[in-house]
């Protein structure tokens, strides 16, 4: 179910949007619900529907707060950070369950995307401190070079849904480290995991105005923010398509990007010794969020002679896995985010099925009317996928696994090159020479050997063709998206 806009509600909780170190409502005083994917019948809370009159009070709240800010010095920033890091660890339980509940995720799963998210921040709280200037010989004598790093000014984070605490603090904490101001516009199905990371923020002694929250639709408030010209660097997370209309809008006024969207991420699996693991890594690469993830594993590529046995195992984990309510301990996979992610699954499946790829599980919702009862999707495996099928080259981004069937490695690197997307690829082999022919072939911005496309809290993190463009996040690269080298010279 999309977010229903509508007139107030009696007993559902009304947040506001932080502008200023302030919880104010939207200048239209509309606002709009959000529901549980799990329950949609439960109504989770109300948000400000906002317009583009809170995008540019929130952008005047950050330009005024953005030199005092870049004037504290890194170390102090950073002990801002740390403590951040330190209330996402404390408050892991109650943060994550805001997440199952409006997000869907096994609550065990949002527990570890806090615990992510911390060690995130703490990262960036480290670099705060660090130096990042390079000094150079001079060509003159008595004069020196060097350069020093400034932030932006104003920066602004455009969120999805899948990841509602991790990929915001993903984008914050660099922002802040590196001594920027950010107006933060969080997907509309994931508002409340933003307001919380505001009063963390807030908890934590970051002045005013240095972190404005605005909720709203991305074609209002992300738009406005995008074409504002204070706006001097522009952090996305989200699809190909919104992301190549960011990128368009931003060009015209020459901000910075940074964008992080989409994937088709192969597992290669040839001549490999324990095809037992590699099914383990692989479900729980394509599964975890219920596949909702950038990174997810989405299509297989296995030589004719493992396939057999490489699918029957797949089959095997995958019957373990228990769909449910998130906050149920037992449950291993949630519902999907809205009725309208579950509809578009469905569309793939169907397809697939009328094109006679081998439906070998799932295929279907779980609920009769999930409306009511659930956006559950079962677990899903194809095999005998055509290489070039819309199931093995578009992203679902759901619970559906394709195997495509290949003779040998050149063709499963071609087949693994031939999609839009370069985000992550994984290949599952014993062979040396495989692995290296693999790394140093496949277009992806992050390549897994024998392991799941499960990424760490220090490494950067992007993706190569339609799956990305501009610096990395995560780790040392952030950098480079959030600060302008400045060269100077100095006679003496
Ligand atoms: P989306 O539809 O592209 O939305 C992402 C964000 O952009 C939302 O906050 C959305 O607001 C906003 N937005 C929409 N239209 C906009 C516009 N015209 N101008 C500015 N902002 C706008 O993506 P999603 O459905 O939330 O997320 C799923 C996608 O994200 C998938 O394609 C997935 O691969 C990608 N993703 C990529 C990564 C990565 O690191 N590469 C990580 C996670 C997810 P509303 O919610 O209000 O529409």
């Not at 005083?29 to 529901?35: E, H, Q």
């Not at 408050?91 to 995130?120: D, F, I, M, P, Y």
């Not at 901000?255 to 037992?276: C, F, Y």
Request: aromatic share 8%; charged share 20%.
């Amino acid at each position: 179910m999309s977010p229903q806009r509508s007139g107030p509600q009696a007993a559902v909780i009304q947040h506001l949007n932080f502008i200023r170190g302030e919880w104010i409502p939207s200048s239209g005083g509309a606002r709009y619900s959000i529901r549980n994917p799990a329950r949609p019948e439960d109504c989770l809370g109300d948000f400000a529907d906002s317009t583009e009159v809170d995008a540019a009070a929130a952008v005047d709240a950050a330009a005024a707060a953005a030199q005092a800010w870049a004037d504290t010095p890194g170390p102090h920033r950073g002990a801002v950070l740390f403590r951040f890091s330190q209330l996402l660890e404390d408050s892991k339980n109650e943060l994550a369950r805001v997440v199952t509940l409006e997000q869907g995720k096994a609550l065990g799963e949002a527990v570890g995307e806090v615990v992510r998210a911390a060690a995130e921040a703490r990262f960036m709280a480290g670099e705060a401190s660090r130096g990042a200037g390079h000094t150079f010989p001079s060509d003159r004598p008595g004069t020196s070079c060097y350069t020093v790093s400034e932030p932006l000014g104003v920066v602004a984070a455009i969120c999805p849904w899948n990841f509602p605490v991790v990929t915001p603090v993903r984008k914050i904490a660099p922002a802040l480290a590196f001594g920027n101001a950010v107006v933060f516009k969080p997907s509309s199905l994931t508002p409340w995991s933003a307001v919380y990371l505001m009063q963390l923020l807030a908890k934590a002694g970051l002045p005013a105005g240095v972190v404005n929250l605005v909720t709203g639709r991305g074609s209002v408030v992300g738009d406005s923010l995008v074409r504002d010209p204070r706006v001097r660097g522009v952090t996305f997370t989200g699809s190909t398509e919104v992301g190549t209309h960011i990128y368009e809008q931003a060009a015209r006024r020459l901000s910075r990007v940074q964008l992080e969207l989409g994937g088709k991420n192969p597992a290669v699996v040839i001549d490999h010794a324990d095809l037992d693991g590699a099914a383990r890594e692989i479900v729980a690469a394509a599964f975890l969020c219920s596949g909702q993830r950038c990174t997810a594993i989405s299509r297989v590529i296995v030589s004719d002679g493992q396939a057999d046995m490489l699918v029957e195992r797949i089959v095997s984990h995958v019957d373990r896995i228990k769909v449910g309510d998130g906050l149920d301990p037992e449950t291993t996979m949630g519902p999907l985010v809205s009725e309208g992610q579950l509809r578009s699954v469905d569309r793939y499946v169907r397809q697939g099925v009328e094109s006679g790829c081998a439906l070998l599980a799932g295929g279907h919702a779980l609920a009769e009317n999930p409306a009511r009862q659930g956006y559950y999707y079962a677990p899903t495996i194809f095999d005998r996928v055509p290489a070039d099928s819309p199931l093995a080259t578009e992203e679902i981004f759901g619970p559906v696994l394709p195997i495509v069937r290949v003779r040998d490695l050149e063709e499963g690197i071609t087949i693994a090159n031939s999609t839009r997307y370069g985000l992550a690829a994984a290949v599952f082999t014993s062979r040396l020479s495989y692995v290296h022919e693999f790394i140093s072939r496949v277009q992806a911005g992050m390549i897994h050997v024998n392991h799941g496309t499960a990424s760490q809290a220090h490494v950067p993190f992007g993706g190569v063709k339609d799956s990305g463009q501009g610096a990395y996040s995560i780790g040392p690269t952030a950098r480079e998206f959030y600060t302008n080298a400045k060269a100077i010279y100095v006679r003496w």
